[in-house]
């Protein structure tokens, strides 16, 4: 990759000269797969990824519209079976027959040549894809939901009731959201009689998900914890009547040639995902307040209808986000879509323009998964508490996207200010949880900048009365050399006149939040492009 004036721009170099014919279409798409794994990994925008060929250089855009064709691209290759890593051998004239030609993926800098072969973004797909006991699909589907929700919360093939019993194919825990899916990828045969074939391949794929699912919530309302695919206790789950089930299957392997069904299958509303909805969804929605509160508007909608016909859950979504994330109050008796809905949907100006400013909003994410990782690796401070740790994890992985722009943005502003002096800053989130960021000198002892992060949270709360929720993040003042996380997190619903005095009493003496300057900001989740109204 180069990092260039326009962004963070990967490479693909080829051997072959172009010729009059140009690039072929796989290696268009080979590129366009490159972006967009850097955009998914790294969090930053990719106008365009270069194809290197030996007599010139080609521009590839990454536009909306190219983003949609790699993610069908890659459902028709699941749906296909084609996911394994088959090293294909391509016969060349004069240049040793039989020998198998690689595609390289280039890494450098400004300042470096462009030679050697990357495997940095490679290595991380398939360190992503290498769960034990998934098929293709199923490691598809956990990969995004590690990426949308976060790992310390979804679990590959939980147990049931017992070691020799799968639970399901994937479980998400955001208490108090639980989020099951069941995933059955399976061939539809081509026969003279399609229907029987239709019939046969809903049951399998859909009827027995939709029964595993059912199975799976048994369990869980039951059970106090998640058991890990290995035996080993994983989180706490939520209790009635807090628990919130959500419960998704996904049919892979008819190709786009069976309608799917939807709705109640005996016991409660499941989701029917195909290949190709899943993709667009786990990305468009990709955190669990932004999926799950899909979910439940939309199983709202569709159980009022008495008739869906052959609608599409991308078409769905289209409603949904351009009814201001919400579907009509009045839904129509029955429900018939074009085919086109979403393709121009994305197309518009604005639309493409949330994608954009949506970039600085990853910074939280990576932010969240640091985190995560010292939870995982038990690299916690002594003191640490994990599950402390871990409810204020949770916090900060409840924001919806549009929250995380406006953290991952003022986070950065202050990490990026803490290289010039020490300081502390206070943020109201779009969500109404309040967030304390401190920065101390590099050489302060750690045991004194988390008292000071606590008591700095517990003045937030008495400065903001509507909020119950306060998470503070500490660090040290910015530099290359590294640094340390600390995490605290305040809930405290109940507000008594005896605390806001101790606040008082605190902020004298200490001088926490006495005279900092409140600025107030206005985002448009569909920034206005130029010409073109902004989406409410």
């Given at each position: 990759m180069v990092r260039t004036e326009a962004g963070t721009i990967p490479i693909e170099v080829k051997s072959r000269s172009c010729g009059a014919r140009g690039p072929y279409a796989g290696e268009v798409a080979q590129v366009a797969a490159y972006c967009l794994l850097v955009e998914d990994s790294m969090g930053v925008a990719v106008p365009y990824g270069l194809l290197q060929l030996a007599d010139r250089e080609i521009r590839v855009p990454f536009t909306p519209e190219r983003r949609a064709k790699v993610l069908a691209l890659l459902a028709k290759m699941v749906a296909a079976g084609q996911c394994e890593d088959i090293p294909r051998q391509r016969g060349k004239q004069g240049n040793d027959a039989g020998r198998a030609e690689r595609s390289r993926l280039v890494v450098v800098t400004e300042s470096a040549p462009r030679e050697g072969v990357g495997k940095l973004i490679r290595n991380r797909a398939e360190e992503n894809m290498m769960s034990e006991g998934l098929n293709d699909a199923e490691k598809i589907v956990?990969?995004?939901?590690?990426?949308?929700?976060?790992?310390?919360?979804?679990?590959?093939?939980?147990?049931?009731?017992?070691?020799?019993?799968?639970?399901?194919?994937?479980?998400?825990?955001?208490?108090?959201?639980?989020?099951?899916?069941?995933?059955?990828?399976?061939?539809?045969?081509?026969?003279?009689?399609?229907?029987?074939?239709?019939?046969?391949?809903?049951?399998?794929?859909?009827?027995?998900?939709?029964?595993?699912?059912?199975?799976?919530?048994?369990?869980?309302?039951?059970?106090?914890?998640?058991?890990?695919?290995?035996?080993?206790?994983?989180?706490?789950?939520?209790?009635?009547?807090?628990?919130?089930?959500?419960?998704?299957?996904?049919?892979?392997?008819?190709?786009g040639k069976v309608p799917l069904p939807l709705g109640d299958f005996g016991k409660g509303f499941v989701h029917v995902f195909d290949e190709m909805s899943t993709l667009i969804?786990?990305?468009?929605?990709?955190?669990?307040?932004?999926?799950?509160?899909?979910?439940?508007?939309?199983?709202?909608?569709?159980?009022?209808?008495?008739?869906?016909?052959?609608?599409?859950?991308?078409?769905?979504?289209?409603?949904?986000?351009?009814?201001?994330?919400?579907?009509?109050?009045?839904?129509?008796?029955?429900?018939?879509?074009?085919?086109?809905?979403?393709d121009g949907f994305i197309a518009r100006p604005e639309v493409k323009a949330k994608k954009e400013a949506d970039q600085i909003s990853y910074v939280w994410d990576r932010l969240i998964d640091q985190i995560t990782s010292d939870v995982l690796n038990d690299n916690m401070e002594p003191g640490s508490s994990p599950s402390n740790t871990e409810r204020a994890l949770r916090v900060m992985a409840r924001e919806d996207r549009f929250s995380r722009r406006v953290l991952g943005e003022a986070f950065k502003e202050f990490i990026d200010e803490s290289v010039q002096h020490p300081l502390a800053r206070m943020l109201c989130s779009p969500s109404g949880v309040v967030y304390v960021f401190l920065a101390h000198p590099r050489d302060a002892r750690r045991d004194i900048r988390q008292m000071e992060l606590q008591n700095r949270c517990f003045v937030a709360r008495g400065l903001h009365p509507q909020a119950t929720t306060v998470v503070g993040i500490a660090t040290e003042q910015y530099s290359k050399e590294g640094h340390s996380l600390d995490l605290a997190l305040h809930h405290q619903p109940e507000w008594r006149e005896e605390h806001q005095e101790m606040v008082k009493k605190m902020q004298e003496s200490l001088g926490y939040f006495v005279n900092s300057r409140q600025t107030k900001q206005s985002v448009d989740e569909y920034p206005n492009t130029e010409g073109v109204p902004a989406s409410e």
């Open positions: 956990f990969t995004l939901c590690k990426r949308s929700f976060l790992r310390l919360w979804s679990y590959a093939n939980p147990q049931g009731k017992n070691s020799s019993k799968e639970l399901c194919d994937v479980l998400v825990v955001c208490p108090p959201d639980v989020i099951i899916f069941s995933v059955k990828e399976i061939g539809l045969k081509e026969s003279d009689r399609p229907d029987v074939e239709m019939t046969r391949w809903l049951k399998r794929a859909v009827e027995e998900s939709a029964n595993q699912i059912y199975g799976a919530e048994r369990h869980v309302r039951s059970s106090a914890n998640v058991v890990c695919a290995d035996g080993t206790p994983g989180m706490e789950l939520p209790k009635p009547p807090d628990l919130r089930v959500h419960r998704v299957a996904i049919a892979a392997g008819s190709r969804l786990l990305s468009e929605l990709n955190s669990v307040t932004d999926f799950v509160e899909y979910l439940t508007a939309k199983e709202a909608f569709c159980s009022s209808m008495k008739y869906l016909s052959q609608v599409r859950e991308e078409d769905l979504l289209t409603i949904y986000l351009h009814g201001g994330r919400k579907f009509p109050d009045d839904p129509p008796d029955v429900l018939s879509i074009g085919d086109e809905l979403w």
